[in-house]
């Protein structure tokens, strides 16, 4: 258990703690790269890594996989003109990814462009991190060709880590989008246990549970938009708020930011349009779903999103 890390959940008005043991590694985190950032300014140095670098192909922000692991390949002069980002050195060696064009579908022989969702469910986890990197940085080339504050077009800088608008002089750079996700938890009283809210969001028909989630928005703290979001989504009022663990989510820039929050009360009311319905589980209740025992169409989140991590390592086992 020596790569397990605790964060302290402060319950109640006292000074009860629990311990909720969280596992090392999460889907898109710990990414191995050294990202060398001071060094993705000198064209240079950064040409010559092209010539002895490996670079993770791209095709409509599908990363290529060679079987269960992302194919990296010795860079090709057709991709001299293409969208090219530095992603990191991983000892001696660099690591690019190259966006493809859309048409014709690029062909590698033993390997396939697949969705980033279902990639990051088989790829190893240094795979996945890398991939998941390189996914949100091309993504944002995708959205921000032409510059915010006067419309021309902009290019890529510093190994794709900046854009440049040179007729307004306007620099533009990768965005991160902080969002919320938290677990509302009811201490348990009079014999019960402690009790986690989880809820069914509309546009989930398949019976999905998990924790809620929002964007946090200008002005506000973490703790600010969990009490809001909470209040907004599920009509429940809580008291502490505990940050847990986070993780890059590449759909397509975010930081999720993974909470505990006190419940103090049992009552809640779903907002109907963004939560069609929420429930109270056990410990127990939440690990056996987790655990595939219970088939009634509640469905728990994948073991990729930070939800379902929340919920492990909260109900144990
Ligand atoms: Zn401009």
Known sequence: MADLRFSRFRAG??????????????????????????????????????????????????????GEAAALLPGQPEWEDCLTVFLGLEGEEALFAVDLPDDPKPVFEGAAFQEMRPAAMILPARDCAIAGQAKALIDWHHRHGFCANCGGATTAEDGGYRRHCAHCGADHFPRTDPVVIMLPILRGTDGLDDHCLLGRNARFANGLHSAFAGFIEPGETVEDAVARELEEEAGIRIGAVTYHASQPWPFPSSLMIGCYAQALSRDFTVDGAEIAEARWMSRAEARARLEGAIEDGVRMPTPIAIAHRLIRDWAGG
């Open 13 to 66: 008005s006292g000074c009860s703690t629990n311990w909720v043991p969280m596992t090392k590694s999460i889907a898109f985190g710990g990414n191995p790269l050294n990202r060398a950032s001071e060094k993705r300014g000198n064209a240079a140095w950064l040409a010559a890594q092209r010539v002895r670098g490996l670079f993770l192909p791209f095709w409509k922000n599908q990363p290529l996989l060679a």
